[in-house]
């Protein structure tokens, strides 16, 4: 008798569990909609349309975010050559493209100068230190982006003049064939150059955000 009592029992818990599935499965799908609807939200909220590029922002991890056009990063490198005549602000590069090798004489303001520079960026600002905070700001990093989403990245410590302190250069004018000193065009107003990289890949046209950033912590833990 007692067995034949847990028959009905077992049948019903059975039951139960069957009915609730579906309310599981529905459960789940309606979070991952949630997911997908904030994602496609955020992507649609910062999407790259392309196209040819009239300012760019300079910000994160730095003392003065501000927004330059051409006219602006045109005083600002007349301002930075008054203050240091010396100053690099011309730059003769040869690098691969895909259509073949380039040579080119570039004009603008070197990177340094626009993150660190008073009249610029300000400086610095602390970021992300990890564990141990001794040179930080070499765990900074430049990511420069362009209006359709390409992007390439530059170490602090690639242009810190107790570095490497190459002279990377947010270039705005050229010299056309002509020797004539032109504005940019098809290139955007604002262009990334990087002398020494063999390849193009990181003379990023079309420049639309400047932002420096920290590598994140180390994901693995001490031994």
Request: hydrophobic content about 35%; aromatic content about 8%.
């Amino acid at each position: 008798m007692r067995f034949s009592r847990k028959i009905p029992i077992v049948s019903l818990i059975l039951s139960t569990l069957v009915l609730w599935q579906p309310t599981l499965a529905d459960s789940n799908s309606s979070l991952t909609r949630v997911r997908e609807q904030k994602i496609a939200s955020i992507w649609n909220k910062n999407k790259c349309p392309g196209g040819i590029s009239q300012s760019f922002r300079l910000d994160g991890e730095l003392n003065n975010p501000t927004t330059y056009h051409l006219y602006k990063l045109k005083n600002l490198r007349n301002t930075l050559k008054n203050q240091n005549p010396g100053l690099v602000t011309e730059i003769t590069v040869s690098f691969q493209t895909g259509s073949g090798p380039r040579t080119e004489t570039y004009y603008g303001v070197p990177l340094w100068e626009l993150i660190n520079n008073p009249k610029a960026g300000g400086g610095l600002k602390p970021g992300n230190s990890g564990v141990n905070p001794k040179n930080s700001f070499l765990r900074q990093y430049i990511l420069v982006e362009a209006t359709d989403c390409y992007g390439a990245v530059v170490a602090i410590g690639e242009i810190q003049p107790n570095f490497e302190g190459k002279t990377v250069l947010v270039a705005f004018a050229k010299k056309s064939s002509d020797g004539k000193v032109v504005y940019l065009a098809d290139e955007g107003f604002a262009r990334l150059v990087v002398p020494g990289d063999k390849a193009g890949g990181r003379y990023v046209s079309n420049v639309r955000n400047i932002i420096v950033l920290s590598a994140p912590p180390s994901p693995l833990k001490p031994k």
